[in-house]
């Protein structure tokens, strides 16, 4: 790899993570006015013009409030954990592609990071590893509370992960590879939510649970865990938590966007390959507007439902429509 390849790499990483980051306080901001659309009361406005500063007041009150650490507590782990817990969110969009090549500077520029041939398989990956960091805060905490909401994240994200590993086999087999690249540039012609939309309400409703977002955030519930296995975070260790999950919301809807609605693709990208991450960006933006919705409407669900929701509906459902998928795609083959 030559030096201008390099320098390359690491200032898109760079824009991707600041991208990233202000994506997660302004996605709050998104949150609270919406909710308070939704809900018919005021959200924040006090806070600069429209309430558009109020990530930056929240910012500075984390910092300045005191972090206290539990005198039972593994220090090490209790430490690392919100790490863990918020490195796959930033690890995962080095794969997802953001539009068309650009010429600039004389050269060919590619708006994605890596194009993995195998993109699909490290996004399952790597989304299994934050589950480590959220067992391990609750468990390090030496709080029972704490500790029962990080059991019941690790078992409530790996039962929806089979249903998520099964949902996306669909756009998989028709673009005949596990490349977000290959996957987004074969909709050209049909977004792969008119051919797979079982797949695709099977896959938010998992990157829900996944994310821990209402109505699946047990793990949080504060009713009977007082706010689950971060109770005992404070300051910018709780920042991080809080970061982890908004910063997730937009990844996963970088990932639906991008297998069942053409990603980057709309009118004119062809031509004007610059649109390609504002179509992208108007997607998500879509999609975490449903996410909100869905929250200031749905109540949570019981615990037992909600398992039983991943295992005996969205489990089978998604693999029906992975075999009916593989069936018709043989036979149109044949």
Known sequence: MDTA?????????????????????????????????????MGPNRTGPAGLLQPIADAVKLVFKEELTPAGAIKSLFFLAPIITVMPALLIPGVIPWGRDLELFGRTIHLYIADVNVAMLY??????????????????????YA?????????????????????????????????????VESQTKIWYVFLQPVACIVFYISALAEVNRSPFDMPEAEQELTAGYHAEYSGMKFAVFYMAEYIKMFVVSMIA???FFGGYLGPFVDE??????????????????????????????????LMALGWKVLFPVA????????????????
Do not use: C, H
Request: hydrophobic share 55%; proline share 3%; glycine share 8%.
């Open 5 to 41: 390849m390099i320098v390359e790499v690491v200032v898109k990483s760079l824009i991707l993570v600041i991208f990233l980051t202000g994506a997660f306080a302004y996605t709050t901001v998104y949150e609270r006015r919406l909710l308070a659309r939704i809900q018919v009361r």
């Open 123 to 144: 996004i399952l990956s790597i989304t299994s590893i934050s589950v480590y960091g959220i067992t391990l805060a609750g468990w390090s905490s030496n709080n029972k």
């Open 147 to 183: 500790t029962m909401g990080g059991l019941r994240s690790a078992a409530q994200m790996i039962s929806y992960e089979l249903a998520m590993g099964f949902s996306i086999m669909g756009p998989v087999m028709l673009a005949g590879s596990l490349s977000l690249v290959d996957i």
């Open 257 to 259: 966007a991008s297998l």
């Open 272 to 305: 004007v390959p610059w649109l390609g991450p504002i179509y992208l960006l108007i997607k998500v933006v879509i999609s975490l507007g449903i996410m909100i919705w869905i929250r200031a409407t749905l109540p949570r669900f019981r615990y037992d439902r």
């Open 319 to 334: 693999l029906a429509s992975t075999l009916i998928t593989a069936f018709v795609i043989l036979l149109v083959g044949g």
